[in-house]
């Protein structure tokens, strides 16, 4: 099949110095998480508190207090999830996808931070735990990928001309609403349990979710927050097919491939030894005012 891209697939050597990392992953460095801190947070005990099952094709939204964590489960076996992520006391500081992936890297593991937005910049959560452990497959794929966003029904009218009201955009749309927030305040997320990449034309790539049963991705609550999971309609991504080609979206299979999320909250139990050392995050004292000088 004819490829339609705007890149070369083929390189071209310039004679040019191998680029570094742009945004400085060395020891010591302010962006990264101290490992033993959290370590210790990961390995310690605790008390489960809430779990919310998200049922195939739907989002639920919930409460996550600061110092606690909450782990996103695939108890049924593989299926992407679509996360957003606010302060609870202000939707407008939210997940930055763009950031984070700057930051840290396009897909994220143990020990990188989910970053908010201007003009916050801080830390909304540290990743702990990560039972797919930074897989990287021979195609270049990569788990819980910051480069896509949520499916989105405008998107598949565009191609396919067809009406779904159970994309990921629209089932995250459903579970904030409760809490007061909009259309407006969904965000670029991050795809949990999905493998992605980018292909020798820099396109963009799915894989089919690896996840088993027992797979989960942990993460440590920094601020109070409001989260929200959707159980992406794609499912595992096997049959992943929103088409220009097909018809009806649900004669497709992709129906049968999708399964139940789970979120677990659990509090420490013992928070004040094990955070000794833990400081809420703080913005960072940007002092000027961007130029703008009063009159
Ligand atoms: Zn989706």
Same mark, same amino acid.
């Given at each position: 099949m004819e490829v339609i891209s705007s890149q070369r697939p083929e390189r071209t050597t310039y004679g040019l110095n191998k680029p570094t990392a742009a945004y400085f992953p060395q020891p010591g460095s302010k962006l990264y998480a101290d490992k033993k801190l959290y370590e210790k947070i990961a390995s310690s005990e605790k008390k489960l508190i809430q779990t919310h099952w998200i049922m195939p094709r739907s989002a639920i939204a919930a409460e996550v207090p600061a110092k606690s964590v909450f782990r996103i489960r695939t108890p049924k076996g593989p299926q992407v999830g679509d996360l957003n992520i606010w302060n609870r006391h202000n939707s407008r500081e939210k997940f930055w996808a763009a950031r984070t992936r700057q930051l840290h890297s396009a897909h994220v593991s143990k020990f990188d931070r989910l970053w908010s937005?201007?003009?916050?910049?801080?830390?909304?959560?540290?990743?702990?735990?990560?039972?797919?452990?930074?897989?990287?497959? /021979?195609?270049?794929?990569?788990?819980?990928?910051?480069?896509?966003t949520r499916c989105d029904p405008y998107v598949e009218k565009l191609i396919s001309g067809e009406d779904n009201d159970f994309h990921c955009h629209s089932n995250l749309i459903r579970a904030v609403m409760p809490y007061g927030l909009t259309e407006f305040d969904i965000h670029d997320v991050l795809n949990v349990f999905q493998v992605t990449g980018l292909d020798e034309y820099d396109q963009y790539f799915?894989?089919?979710?690896?996840?088993?049963?027992?797979?989960?991705?942990?993460?440590?609550? /920094?601020?109070?927050?409001?989260?929200?999971?959707?159980?992406?309609?794609?499912?595992?991504?096997?049959?992943?097919?929103?088409?220009?080609?097909?018809?009806?979206?649900?004669?497709?299979?992709?129906?049968?491939?999708?399964?139940?999320?789970?979120?677990?909250?659990?509090?420490?139990?013992?928070?004040?030894?094990?955070?000794?050392?833990?400081?809420?995050?703080?913005?960072?004292?940007?002092?000027?005012n961007h130029g703008l000088r009063q009159p």
């Amino acid at each position: 099949m004819e490829v339609i891209s705007s890149q070369r697939p083929e390189r071209t050597t310039y004679g040019l110095n191998k680029p570094t990392a742009a945004y400085f992953p060395q020891p010591g460095s302010k962006l990264y998480a101290d490992k033993k801190l959290y370590e210790k947070i990961a390995s310690s005990e605790k008390k489960l508190i809430q779990t919310h099952w998200i049922m195939p094709r739907s989002a639920i939204a919930a409460e996550v207090p600061a110092k606690s964590v909450f782990r996103i489960r695939t108890p049924k076996g593989p299926q992407v999830g679509d996360l957003n992520i606010w302060n609870r006391h202000n939707s407008r500081e939210k997940f930055w996808a763009a950031r984070t992936r700057q930051l840290h890297s396009a897909h994220v593991s143990k020990f990188d931070r989910l970053w908010s937005n201007l003009p916050y910049l801080r830390p909304m959560v540290t990743i702990i735990g990560d039972t797919l452990n930074a897989r990287h497959d /021979e195609w270049g794929g990569r788990v819980h990928d910051t480069l896509g966003t949520r499916c989105d029904p405008y998107v598949e009218k565009l191609i396919s001309g067809e009406d779904n009201d159970f994309h990921c955009h629209s089932n995250l749309i459903r579970a904030v609403m409760p809490y007061g927030l909009t259309e407006f305040d969904i965000h670029d997320v991050l795809n949990v349990f999905q493998v992605t990449g980018l292909d020798e034309y820099d396109q963009y790539f799915m894989e089919t979710c690896p996840s088993d049963k027992g797979d989960y991705f942990e993460c440590f609550a /920094e601020q109070d927050l409001l989260v929200a999971l959707s159980a992406c309609p794609g499912g595992d991504l096997s049959q992943w097919d929103w088409g220009e080609q097909k018809d009806d979206v649900d004669s497709k299979g992709m129906v049968q491939c999708c399964r139940p999320l789970v979120i677990e909250i659990y509090q420490l139990n013992d928070p004040e030894t094990i955070l000794k050392d833990w400081d809420p995050p703080k913005t960072p004292n940007y002092g000027g005012n961007h130029g703008l000088r009063q009159p």
